[in-house]
C-alpha cells in the first residue's frame, strides 16, 4: 500500500528499501553477464558451428571472475562513496573499471565473431553471424555511450535516466538474440565445421551436412 511505501521511504531516508535495491543490482549483473557471454560463446560458433568447446574452461572461469569483481566493485563503491553524494555509479573509479571490463568482453566478442566467419561458408550462417556482430558490437559500445550521456544531465536525472537506457538495451538485447535464434532453427544442425576423418581410400571434409570426397586414389 502506499502507507506502507511511505514508511518505507521515510526509514530510509526517502531512497527506499536498501535490500531491494541490492537484489535489483544482483539480477540487473548476473542477466547482463549472462548476456555477455552467452554472446561470446556463440560468436566462438557454439551449437551452430561447433559441439563443443576446446577452452571452455576459460570461458567459464572468466564468466566467475567477472561475476566476483562486479560485486567487489559495487562494494567498494558503496563502502566508500559518501551516503549524501549524488555521484553516479558509472562515473566513480569503480564503474568506470566496469566499463572497462564490459568493452574487453566486447573485443573479446569481435574477435571471436570474426575468427568464426572465416571458416563459415553457408550463407545463412554468415549471414546469422554477420547481423549478430553488427548489433552487438552496437550493444557493447552502449554502456560508455550511456554513462557520457549521463555526465551531460543535471544531477536530479543522471542516474533514472542512464539506468533507464542501460536496462532498456539490455531488454533489446535479449529481444534480438531470442527473436534471431527462434527463427534460424537450422542454424543448430551443424555438430562442427571441419571434420577431418582419415582413412586408406582417402580424406572425408565434413562441413554440417556437406561433405566433400577426395580420393588419393585420383592422385596416384
Known sequence: SCDNEDGINAEYGGFGAPGLLVAAFVAHIISM???MFLLVLLAKGWGITISQLTDKKIIFGTMITFVLLYFVLYLW???TND???TQYFFHSVPGIIVIILHLL???WFFWSI???MKVVDIPSKKRFFLLLGIFFCLWFLMLPIFAGIAYALEIWWRQKVAEG????SNALGFL???LALSKAEELFSVGSVTLLSTDNDGITESYGTQSVQQSHNDTL
Open 33 to 35: 553477464i549472462l548476456l
Open 77 to 79: 563503491h558503496i563502502l
Open 83 to 85: 551516503p549524501e553524494s
Open 105 to 107: 568482453v566486447g573485443l
Open 114 to 116: 570474426l575468427r568464426t
Open 165 to 168: 537506457l542501460v536496462l532498456t
Open 176 to 178: 534480438y538474440l531470442s
